[in-house]
């Protein structure tokens, strides 16, 4: 065994959750921010690495807001249902094929939506307030100037910021920046996360097993987990317990965070810390949580490398304290919670030691968060019938019923830069 083997020997001491997510923030920092240019179609939900700086008015020219007819404003004052003012019908303004003469005293162009104002005119008079009587019409509505006018930068202007860098590309943002021509956007790289799955018992799910073997979930939950936090999924791979599949595994380049899920603890077949160890660091290996404690962080080159436990809770617990806040600030997104939170009372009371996180599943039920009553780090159903989780942290010896309490739901996400 070398020194940094454990196995069989058991944790001799293990990090706090604040000393692992330091090393892990710091980690993470020390790689390069990584941009691609890419087409807007594919810019949803990524994270804008460069502000977008309009080169153009929008609109682009002063253009009708209604259907009906440009006049100058001043030639309806007093019209009326009862004093209809006439006007001669001198041309029509269509969208992209404006009217080509001046609009002079007298005389009104019919306008559709989007269609550009005729110079000379300063209003619009919607078709409700009109009646066309042979070459003329009959305006029944005083308008102001620049009634129903949508002018020229009004929505966007020339040199002004349209998007912020660090925006998550929503929808609306991405047709803004349609709406000023720009077809690519600079936007920050997705991380590649490698899942590798391990454990000789693990069956995949739509195959046959025999007595004493498992069906395999990590990777389903990953798969999910990864893609929510804007990482790609690179592969999971399904590796037999051997030191020397985990060891290609691990080496192969193409991943910038790599997971394992299993062989995380002190077991004899638990290849991988001693391998991550030795073909890289790491630091964090044991961490002083429930569940997840056999949880390990290193790197390997430039990969940050997660050990996820593999009992199925504890793989998404850690998941969610470690690896997914290390892929969501891969690809410019905060490191904090993906989840929406609600504060309510606590149904019943949380047992926990000091020195110690807990992650504890509750379900909210009458305004009150209730701690699950069977909730161990294999009962994976405990986290589907669990709207959300509470955090206990280090300093607290558990919390009594009624203390409030901050429950992260699992099903309300909730995504920030
Ligand atoms: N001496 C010690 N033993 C253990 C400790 C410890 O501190 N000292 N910690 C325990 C805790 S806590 C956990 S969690 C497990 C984690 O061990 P591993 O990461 O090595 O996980 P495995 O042994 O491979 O699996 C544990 C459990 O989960 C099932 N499993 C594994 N992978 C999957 C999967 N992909 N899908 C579904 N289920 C999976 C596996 O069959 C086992 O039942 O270590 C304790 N031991
Ligand atoms: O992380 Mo293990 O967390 O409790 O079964």
Not at 14 to 33: F, K, M, N
Not at 205 to 228: D, F, M, V, W
Not at 305 to 312: E, F, I, K, R
Request: with cysteine.
């Amino acid at each position: 065994m070398s020194p940094q083997d454990i196995r069989m020997s058991g944790f001799q001491s293990r990090s706090t959750v604040d000393e692992a997510l330091a090393w892990l923030d710091g980690a993470v920092q020390e790689i390069p921010q990584q941009v691609e240019e890419i087409s807007l179609e594919l810019s949803h939900g990524r994270t804008l690495a460069e502000r977008v700086v309009s080169q153009i008015d929008v609109p682009g020219f002063d253009r009708s807001a209604m259907d009906g007819y440009a006049v100058i404003a001043d030639e309806t004052t007093g019209a009326s249902d009862y004093n209809p003012i006439r006007l001669q019908v001198v041309g029509d303004s269509m969208p992209s094929n404006g009217y080509s003469g001046e609009i002079r005293s007298g005389q009104a162009v019919r306008t559709m939506t989007g269609a550009p104002i005729p110079r000379g005119a300063s209003a619009v008079v919607p078709a409700e307030y009109t009646e066309v009587v042979d070459d003329n019409v009959l305006i029944s509505l005083t308008v102001g100037q620049f009634k129903h006018i949508g002018r020229t930068g009004e929505d966007i202007q020339i040199g002004g910021t349209v998007v912020d860098a660090g925006r998550i590309l929503r929808p609306q943002d991405v047709a803004v920046i349609a709406s000023i021509g720009q077809a690519k956007v600079t936007v920050r790289k997705q991380p590649f996360v490698r899942v590798i799955i391990t454990g000789n018992e693990l069956v995949r799910p739509g195959e046959q097993k025999r007595p004493h073997q498992i069906y395999e979930a990590n990777s389903s939950l990953l798969s999910g987990t990864i893609p929510r936090d804007g990482g790609i999924l690179e592969s999971v791979r399904f590796i037999e317990d051997s030191e020397s599949a985990i060891r290609n595994a691990l080496l192969e380049p193409g991943a910038d965070v790599i997971l394992v899920s299993g062989g995380s603890s002190v077991g004899a077949e638990d290849f991988a810390p001693g391998l991550v160890a030795r073909l890289g660091e790491l630091p964090i290996h044991g961490v002083a949580m429930r569940p997840s404690s056999p949880t390990g962080l290193g790197r390997i080159g430039n990969a940050i490398v997660v050990l996820l436990p593999g009992n199925p809770v504890s793989c998404l617990c850690a998941y969610d304290f470690f690896a997914g806040r290390a892929i969501r600030q891969l690809a410019g997104r905060s490191k904090s919670w993906p989840f929406r939170t609600i504060e309510l009372p606590l149904g019943r009371k949380i047992a926990s030691a000091i020195g110690r996180t807990d992650y504890c599943r509750v379900r909210v039920e009458a305004g009150k968060a209730i701690p699950l009553a069977i909730s161990g780090a294999s009962i994976l159903s405990s986290t589907t019938r669990a709207d959300g989780f509470v955090i206990v942290p280090a300093a607290s010896e558990g919390l009594p019923a009624e203390t409030p309490v901050t429950v992260l739901l699992y099903s309300e996400l909730f995504m920030t830069n």
